[in-house]
């Protein structure tokens, strides 16, 4: 069993920056790729990003590439994800999840098997 909890958002003018966290229990994160993901008022969960069990390979929805990136520290449980340049059609409750174990990265939610609980994120014009 894995949990995971995010942290770090908030609000934020247009053009701000925000980075979440989501830490992991147990002893498997190594071994899980792990996502992000938001869903905004009245729509479907999006994918945002995602980052494979090294670190080494990262995936990024157009909307966001150039301006968010993931990133994960392995010694520490912990993903990341630091969102520069921040624009009102960002806001949304911001969620990670992790794949199953030893699965590749995915940019659909399907194959995650643990996710957070959220961590709303909102940015003012």
């Known amino acids: 069993q894995v949990q995971l909890v995010e942290s770090g958002g908030g609000l934020v003018q247009a053009g701000g920056s925000l980075r979440l966290s989501c830490a992991a229990s147990g002893r498997t994160f190594s071994s899980r790729a792990m996502g992000w993901f938001r869903q905004a008022p009245g729509k479907e969960r999006e994918f945002v990003a995602a980052i494979n069990r090294s670190g080494d390979n990262t995936y990024y929805a157009d909307s966001v590439k150039g301006r968010f990136t993931i990133s994960r520290d392995n010694a520490k449980n912990t993903a990341y994800l630091q969102m520069n340049s921040l624009k009102p059609e960002d806001t949304a409750v911001y969620y990670c999840?992790?794949?199953?174990?030893?699965?590749?990265?995915?940019?659909?939610?399907?194959?995650?098997?643990?996710w957070g609980q959220g961590t709303q994120v909102t940015v003012s014009s």
């Open positions: 999840a992790a794949e199953r174990s030893w699965y590749a990265a995915s940019v659909v939610p399907g194959p995650y098997e643990y």
